[in-house]
């Protein structure tokens, strides 16, 4: 199957704990994002990466690093993990900068 | 700041009635606007993009320069057209969403 994957599908964990989230897209694509969804279903763009380079970092917190192995793979690490970083985080993925782009299926991170 | 606007956090509608979902954006140049939807727990697809200009599932979208919207139709609504709905603009680097709006079509 032609995607993007992210894994875990859920992540529950304690504060202050350190994780990560893991996105990979196999659609040959130059840019990825990563993309927060707060409890009321607003979607903010966080980073955006072409050819591995980073490109946008959207106001975050340096908590969250995101790391681009290869042009296939965006993961991402937050550290020191807050009660307000819970949500559900998309990855995505796009053959154009600022064109169509293809979600992959989120994580939805629970810190307790 | 480029912004996205979508009025309506709420919309119910019965089935086979018409609906439209508002969007406006701030303008700045020449836009490339989409529409997304997310079905109960699936990701985001997409719907429709302003410069296909075709028709997805009935639903169309028509870019107003003027009034600066991408509203999106459909005729009659179906049941499995419940769903929560994202205009987004495009730009460097990034989608812009507007805040969505969740799509009841009641039986």
């Known amino acids: 199957d032609t995607a993007v994957s992210q894994t875990p599908k859920y992540l529950v964990t304690q504060m202050g704990n350190d994780k990560s989230i893991k996105c990979e897209q196999n659609?040959?694509?130059?840019?990825m994002y990563w993309y927060k969804q707060d409890s009321k279903k607003f979607l903010k763009i966080m980073f955006s990466y072409n050819n591995k380079e980073l490109i946008i970092n959207e106001t975050v917190p340096n908590r969250f690093s995101p790391k681009s192995p290869d042009k296939a793979h965006l993961n991402l690490h937050i550290n020191s993990l807050e009660l307000g970083d819970s949500a559900v985080y998309f990855c995505?993925?796009?053959?154009?900068?600022?064109?169509?782009?293809?979600f992959g299926p989120g994580t939805r991170l629970t810190v307790l | 700041a480029q912004r996205v606007t979508q009025p309506e956090k709420l919309l119910s509608v019965f089935k086979g009635a018409p609906v439209e979902l508002k969007c406006n954006y701030s303008y700045s140049g020449s836009p490339e606007l989409f529409w997304y939807v997310q079905y109960s727990r699936q990701r985001l697809q997409l719907l429709l993009r302003?410069?296909s200009r075709e028709s997805i599932k009935g639903f169309t979208a028509d870019l107003n320069k003027g009034e600066t919207s991408f509203h999106l139709k459909k005729p009659f609504a179906q049941e499995e057209d419940s769903a929560m709905y994202y205009c987004?603009?495009?730009?460097?680097?990034?989608?812009?969403f507007g805040k969505g709006t969740l799509l009841t079509v009641n039986p």
């Open positions: 987004a603009r495009g730009s460097n680097y990034k989608l812009t």
């Open positions: 302003h410069i």
């Open positions: 995505a993925s796009s053959h154009q900068p600022g064109g169509e782009q293809f």
């Open positions: 659609l040959g694509h130059d840019t």
